[in-house]
């Protein structure tokens, strides 16, 4: 389907609408382009950062080194908060609400679910 078939579906869409439910409707649609257009432009190693959420080897290992319940306890809650921010950092990005990916085009930094501790 070419853009003028889609722009075409859009417009005929608004014609039937109230100035502020059509300004509305505009808004919701350039959001959405917006955000297709954000995911669009994902590198692979962007994609897979936003994505994979699998620990590491290397990070069940530490797991399975803990000393305690406590130790594990903690190190498992880091990996979840450090999840949690990953995604909202990611959700800002593709929402329009940051400028910048969480990491650029040719970066990853997941060492911390490397197994190596965040900042």
């Known amino acids: 389907m070419g853009f003028e078939k889609i722009l075409k579906v859009d417009i005929d869409a608004l014609d039937g609408l109230e100035k502020e439910a059509r300004v509305e409707a505009i808004d919701d649609a350039i959001h959405r382009l917006n955000f297709e257009r954000r995911v669009t432009l994902l590198t692979d190693k962007q ?9 590491s080897e290397a990070v069940r290992q530490r797991i399975a080194d803990c000393k305690s319940d406590k130790e594990r306890d903690e190190y498992i809650n880091g990996i979840a908060r450090a ?7 990611w ?7 940051t400028p910048d990916a969480p990491i650029s085009a040719d970066e990853t930094d997941n060492r911390f679910l490397q197994g190596g501790r965040s900042a």
Do not use: V
């Open 47 to 55: 994609r897979q950062h936003m994505m994979d959420e699998s620990p």
């Open 83 to 89: 999840t949690y921010f990953r995604r909202i950092a």
């Open 91 to 97: 959700a800002a990005y593709l929402n329009g609400e």
